[in-house]
């Protein structure tokens, strides 16, 4: 059994960054307002993320390292999704090829932990915890070889980590977070604070997030974007092209709060910037599509972000549409 788990494992965490967006998602699912991950070499060393959230109670420790336990749908309906989490894969996954370690503690109860190695789960023990859950996973792909020699070097996993820890970050302006690498003393690589809610302009902390991330290219001169067509709602902000940054790091798009790389998404985001991009200058925006869950798949893949939409057409309308009418100004 030990086996099939570890082989099932590769699915779901490919590396350390897949790790490290497996326990964020968990976090923020577990309503979470501030997440701190700590890492060493890379996250191949250790990966430990903690929250303020609801916790797990201790009889359900067990449980929560279980494959296909979940507490997040009963399995009647996969596509009315709207948490992050759904599969009950993550920590089994993570239990079967790295030592994980998950203490949790519910307002009122006692905290206890439980760790697992290679698959071995121990018993549950009381543990010394103020208040929500901490994840330690040690010697990611201990128990897998074959997977460790995929893991490109020390610099590009902890770099894929930070990328992955911004993009969740975005979509969550009243979440504090921060990233600190521990390989060499302790080095502080990501802050950021929690923004307050703006009762004047409900888009104001939102602006102010993604500046936090994407910095003052960004949010100099970004437009709003806000938009319905049949049930789908595009907001965002739709910065100046910009010349610095690629697509994997200025266009970002969001599906339900989930991070996606769709590629029609994208294309439609490109499209909408066409008549606006001089030559070497490439598009910067956040996109934030919501429609109700049964509209749109998001099981396409349990690590891969793609979405399949039930009226594509009316997505990829509404996107272009919306940004050609946003930046207009910047026609010539
Ligand atoms: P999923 O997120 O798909 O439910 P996971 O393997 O990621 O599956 O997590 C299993 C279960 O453990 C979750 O359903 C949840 O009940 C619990 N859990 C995991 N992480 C946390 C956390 N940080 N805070 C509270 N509960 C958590
Ligand atoms: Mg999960």
Not at 39 to 45: C, F, K, Q, T
Not at 84 to 89: Q, T
Request: aromatic share 4%; with cysteine.
């Amino acid at each position: 059994p030990h086996a099939i788990n570890r082989i099932a494992a590769g699915e779901v965490v490919e590396r350390p960054a897949s790790a490290v967006k497996e326990l964020l998602e968990n976090a923020l699912d577990a309503g979470a307002t501030r997440i701190d991950v700590a890492i060493r070499e890379g996250g191949r060393a250790l990966i430990r993320v903690e929250d303020d959230g609801c916790g797990i109670r201790a009889g359900e420790l067990p449980l929560a390292l279980a494959r296909h336990a979940t507490s997040k749908t009963d399995g009647a309906d996969l596509l009315d999704i709207r948490s992050f989490g759904f599969r009950g894969e993550a920590l089994a996954s993570l239990a079967a090829v790295a030592r994980l370690s998950l203490a949790s503690r519910v307002a009122g109860e006692e905290a206890a932990v439980i760790a697992a190695e290679g698959g071995r789960v121990a018993p549950v023990r009381p543990a010394a915890l103020s208040r929500g859950t901490v994840v330690e996973i040690r010697d990611l792909f201990f128990a897998t070889p074959a997977r460790l020699k995929f893991l490109r070097g020390e610099r590009a996993e902890a770099q894929a980590i930070a990328d992955t820890l911004r993009r969740l970050a975005m979509a969550e302006p009243f979440v504090a977070f921060t990233l600190r690498d521990l390989t060499d003393g302790e080095r502080l690589v990501i802050r950021l604070d929690a923004e307050s809610p703006d009762l004047g302009d409900p888009r104001e902390p939102l602006r102010r997030r993604l500046r936090a991330v994407l910095g003052r290219a960004f949010s100099d001169g970004a437009l709003p974007l806000e938009a319905e067509r049949d049930g789908h709602l595009l907001t965002g902000w739709a910065g100046l092209p910009t010349e610095a940054r690629g697509a994997a790091t200025a266009q970002h798009v969001y599906v339900n709060g989930r991070p996606v790389r769709d590629r029609l998404l994208l294309g439609a985001l490109r499209a909408g910037y066409m008549d606006v991009l001089a030559s070497g200058r490439h598009p910067m925006a956040a996109l934030f599509l919501d429609c109700d869950p049964q509209r749109v798949d998001v099981n396409v893949h349990p690590a891969k972000a793609e979405v399949r939409f039930r009226d594509s057409d009316c997505v990829r309308g509404l996107v272009v549409g919306t940004l050609r009418r946003a930046l207009a100004p910047l026609r010539p």
